[in-house]
């Protein structure tokens, strides 16, 4: 199975700033099919990129994300009080779907 | 707006089987577009995917599991659903359900349901 492997395990940051965060796959994506979402606590995930660089629907134009191959980044501009949640990546391109394990955004 | 529900037992003894139920609202479970699946996420760990069901009765599961676990649909009902066999403490999880979209092009699992919390417990 592929495994991803997300960096940092835990970003502290401040409202306002930038932080890029990062998904390695062991083997190339097919189809780029990288996820990512955003998971607080208490809630369900939520789909906030799909195809690697594809915003869902209601995503905020802060959120952006790229990469190909087996490299994939998620970047938010200026963080929001809101955004202060834990974010996966998934690949959905070959089965069986894997997860990262995770990083943490936290407040500095 | 389309809602998926969760429900089943809070607590399951081992080795019992595990069966949850997912119900849809404002979309068919008939559809051909979607791809109906469980993600689970055990205590201080992060997410993991269960298997899915399709429309036409195909289903695709995490080899993780694939001994243990069944995922079926019920059209009439508009609901789907999981049951896994032979449960341990490690099958503790809060356990989701979602909804993939996609038929040429595939689009992540963009609706969820709030989850529910099962303890596999004596």
């Known amino acids: 199975e592929i495994v991803l492997t997300q960096s940092p395990g835990t970003k502290s940051v401040s409202p306002g700033e930038r932080v890029s965060l990062s998904c390695r796959a062991s083997?190339?994506?097919?189809?780029?099919?990288i996820a990512w979402y955003q998971h607080r606590r208490g809630q369900p995930p939520r789909l906030l990129i799909y195809?690697?660089?594809s915003r869902a629907t209601d995503t905020p134009g802060r959120f952006s994300g790229h990469g190909s191959g087996t490299d994939f980044t998620l970047t938010i501009s200026r963080l929001e009080p809101e955004d202060f949640a834990v974010y996966y990546c998934q690949q959905y391109g070959t089965s069986p779907w894997t997860f990262g394990q995770g990083t943490k955004v936290e407040f500095k | 707006q389309v809602q998926l529900q969760e429900s089943g037992p809070g607590l399951v003894k081992p080795p019992e089987t595990l069966s949850l139920t997912c119900n849809v609202s404002?979309?068919?479970?008939?559809?051909?577009?979607?791809?109906w699946s469980w993600v689970r996420q055990s205590p201080g760990q992060g997410l993991e995917w269960i298997g899915y069901i399709h429309a036409s009765g195909s289903t695709n599961y995490n080899p993780s599991f694939k001994s243990r676990v069944t995922i079926s649909i019920d059209t009439s009902k508009n609901h789907f659903s999981l049951s896994l066999k032979s449960v341990t403490s490690a099958d503790t999880a809060i356990y989701y359900c979602?909804?993939?979209?996609?038929?040429?092009?595939?689009?992540?699992?963009?609706?969820w349901g709030q989850g529910t919390a099962v303890t596999v417990s004596s």
């Open positions: 195809g690697a660089a």
């Open positions: 404002g979309a068919s479970v008939t559809s051909d577009y979607y791809y």
């Open positions: 083997q190339a994506v097919v189809s780029n099919y």
């Open positions: 979602a909804r993939d979209t996609g038929d040429i092009y595939f689009y992540g699992m963009d609706v």
